[in-house]
């Protein structure tokens, strides 16, 4: 495992069936304004199928107003509009994952810096254990975004952890399909 | 009053500053923030980011109070049997030797009561301006932060405090997607690292503003003056 500051999650194990990979940001309007979105989008995707199979729950979080999600549909089981760029703000998010017992997160999707970012402050807040994937979140600014990264990680993980769909795959047992 | 000279964007978008719908908030000016002995200095930080914004801070406080302006300070900190502390952010706070409830020089790290909970005495809040206590790192979460906000018939917030990528950004955030009119004092924040710090303002100002607008407090103190 490389995530960091800590070895994620914080409890030590991860039994998938609390675990839900949380996709914001997948719209138009993030699409025109980050590097390389399809990358990020395409390691979700392949993440999403395994994460599935193993137990989890895969949700999209669409901002409302624009139904232009641009993720698979195929291997989304849940879609839930917000309002802002917290996937937290103006949503049934908090109760979606409660009502499925899930309460560890891998969040990724398009804005690192925006959508992602809020997300995860969000979801530290409310006492989710979150892990930002740093290989499926595309930033707007490749020197911001690293930056987004290491305010994570400050004072022993501010808003949870970072690392990759890899190092998620590697937890649940499964090498990168 | 007229609007402030920031970046991206004059701020507020819809004229010039309103003293009845424009609030001060000062996030988390707290000992275990930004004095000796608390939270920020146990898990070996530099007090120096974290303190940069007072004097600054200060002086818009004043200013605010002068134009009559709502002033709202929050305080991050947990009941003194961490029942509203979740387990993760505990055991994060014990791993990096800072843990949450554990005693310090300043009292109990983060704990509600204890002197490290404390706002330091230059931005000390005074008698009749809001104190929002909070759980986590926004002030909009398990708060009455909003509704304090409506009932005054706020729209618009100018925000100091610390720390700017953590605390600041959170609530900044939750404010903007809440429709709220954001500026941030650039010279009024600081983070424990300082180019965390200069990402932090640059994301507020990205696509044109996305989360407001940031500016020096000269400007806001250059705004407020005017006739």
Redesign the interface.
Known sequence: MSTSPYPWPYGGTLDPRRLALVVVGAQGWWAARTIDPEAALGALERAAKVVRDAGGTVVVVRKAGADDSIFDPEVVDLTVECAGMSGFSGSSLDLHLRALGCDHLAVGGLGLETAVYSTMSGANDRGYEALALADAAAPHDRAVGERALSSITMSGGIFGAIGTTSDLLELLGKEQP | MKQVAADPYTWPYDGPVDPARTALVCIDWQVDFCGPGGY?DA?GYDLKLTRAGLEPTAVVLAAARAAGMMVVHTREGHLPDLSDC????L???K??G?GIGDTGPCGRILVKGEPGWEIVPEVAPIAGEAIVDK????AF??TNLDLLLRVAGIAHLIFTGITT??CV??TM??A???GYECLLLEDCTG???Y??Y???L??VK??GG??GAVAPSSALLDAMEAA
């Open positions: 920020v898990m979740p387990p993760n952010k055991w994060r706070s791993r990096i800072a759980p986590g790192k926004g979460y398990a990528d953590v950004h959170t955030r939750e903007n997607d809440k983070a424990t690292d180019g965390n200069l990402a932090a640059q994301m990205m696509q996305v989360f």
